[in-house]
């Protein structure tokens, strides 16, 4: 069962952010089906720009499936929040909404944020366009705000890359990823999400050494995917990412599976 904390103003919580793209499934459709390529260039573009928007910032951004993305917005305000929805709309033929949510546990201010977005339209709706909605982490930050873990496999490049083909590397990684992310979303409501080659970044609540050590070896188990982490802890996702790669570099160094910065 995960934790939910009474008051995010004055406890250390994360704060979530949906970003949903309006009316996305008709737009693609209309006046007649787009080019695909085109779409995924869209897409592609976007992410890329809500990348450096909110990563500017100290903030995370990833990109699920693309027409719904997620990004930890710890230090993001709402200004910030309304100054990317109108970099959206100025550079896209698209718009986006915002839902927000703040909460100790991830997927629970993930389910706030997205209560918020539901409640302002259908995703498919053409009545609902630039929604932004909920609440921001109104506290004064600390250094527990955010905990992020950066997980890595163990030797991929001598496991997969330089023994197998390209789509069998992929599955192995997307296997161990798929194992890793439904364990820590149902045993901590964690959000894990991959980040490309052998990488998965997850936004977690407190979690011990023993409950990474537990998850590691649930994947090794369920998906016979040998997985390492570093974990840290900021203000802002930044923060905390840059302390979980140093952390996983101790990884490295000692050999260990499990690291804290």
């Not at 250390?12 to 309006?22: K, R």
């Not at 737009?27 to 592609?44: C, G, H, K, N, Y």
């Not at 890595?152 to 194992?179: C, H, M, P, W």
Request: with cysteine; hydrophobic share 35%; glycine share 10%.
């Amino acid at each position: 069962m995960c934790r939910r904390s009474p008051d995010p103003g004055t406890v250390t919580a994360a704060q979530l952010t949906l970003v949903q793209i309006d009316n996305y499934g008709p737009w693609t459709v209309t006046p007649e089906p787009r080019r695909e390529m085109d779409l995924q260039t869209l897409q592609s573009r976007l992410f890329a720009d809500m990348a450096q928007y909110i990563g500017n910032r100290g903030g995370y951004v990833f990109f699920t499936r693309f027409d719904n993305m997620v990004a930890v917005t710890n230090g993001l305000d709402r200004r910030d929040h309304e100054l990317l929805q109108e970099s959206v709309g100025n550079r896209f033929p698209v718009t986006v909404s915002l839902g927000v949510g703040v909460d100790e546990v991830p997927i629970d201010a993930l389910e706030t944020a997205t209560e918020r977005v539901q409640a302002a339209g259908s995703a498919q709706s053409s009545d609902r366009s630039e929604a932004l909605a909920g609440e921001f982490h109104g506290g004064e930050p600390t250094d527990d705000d955010v905990h992020i873990a950066h997980f890595d496999v163990n030797d991929a490049t001598g496991k997969y890359t330089d023994r197998l083909n390209e789509f069998d590397s992929f599955i192995n990684i997307e296997q161990g990823y798929a194992s890793l992310m439904k364990y820590m979303r149902e045993e901590h409501g964690a959000l894990s999400f991959f980040v490309g080659g052998d990488n998965v970044i997850a936004a977690c609540p407190d979690v011990s050494h023993d409950d990474y050590r537990n998850a590691i070896d649930h994947v090794a188990g369920d998906a016979e995917v040998q997985l390492k982490v570093g974990v840290g802890s900021g203000s802002t996702p930044h923060e905390a990412g840059f302390a979980a790669k140093h952390a996983l570099e101790d990884c490295r160094y000692e050999g260990t599976l499990v690291e804290f910065a």
